[in-house]
């Protein structure tokens, strides 16, 4: 049974390593193609700098700015990183609620959607207001952006426990306590992982809307307030850095859930 389960497990890592290898090379082939077409399209219609640099020119500006793009970088990650957890934190914690009790879905689920509807830059205001320029409330924007892949992707898996599993914990007289633990939460791990792919993209998004209005009167600062500012400056190159760096972070903040995701997946669904 083990080596059968090894050479699956081997099989499985190969076509998942030739799967990764086949995505990268097709996203550096359309990175490269955008490359040409962008700068084809500076020279050809004579674009001035201000309306779109080069590649090469935001390079260079990213290269001359890389200390501020670096510190602010590692902010931002920062709060989307510490938002994330907290969202899937909190997340899951009402979602074991909604699963236990109906009554408790039914009153409180619309309000979690209520969240996900409202546009941030409308929360934005009131948040400095009642929470002040601090980073407790970027995080406090960035977590109700990440709040509801999570409340909806976990509370489906909770649910979506087979009946005769369910039935066979029943026949064997498992308590509710003992249900949850050893049936309903493994089954919605697969989901709380979606869940957190989709929010780890999320979550840098927020983290910089949030600084937009936080980093004013905040003492840091981070790509948000970069942004900000050298918008006002018409620094059309570093803007472009910064967004660059900001795809950057969504691609590290995305990657270390998937691989995180794989061993809870590793975890809970390998055969003794």
Sequence with gaps: MNEEWTDRHDRARKRWLTELALSSASVIVVAIIAVVVWYGSVRWFDLPRILLPTPMEVVDAGW???GDLLSAGAMTLYTATVSLIVAIVIGSLLSIVFSQSKLLKRAFFPYVVFLQTVPIVAIAPLLIIWSGYEFRTAVIATVIICLFPIVNNVTTGLISVRVEHRELFQLYGASRWQTLIRL????????????????????????IVAEFFVSNGADYVGLGALMTA???????????????????????????????????????????
Excluded: M
Excluded at 186 to 207: N, Q
Excluded at 235 to 240: C, G, S, W, Y
Excluded at 250 to 265: D, E, H, M, P, S
């Design 64 to 66: 001359q700015r890389r």
């Design 184 to 207: 309903q939460i493994p089954t919605a791990i697969p989901y709380l992982i979606l869940g957190a792919r989709i929010s780890s993209g999320l979550a840098v998004i927020g983290a």
């Design 230 to 272: 050298w918008q006002g400056l018409l620094k059309t190159d570093a803007l472009i850095a910064a967004l660059a760096v900001s795809t950057l972070l969504g691609l590290i903040l995305f990657g270390a859930v998937v691989l995180i995701g794989r061993f809870f997946l590793y975890r809970y669904t390998r055969v003794n």
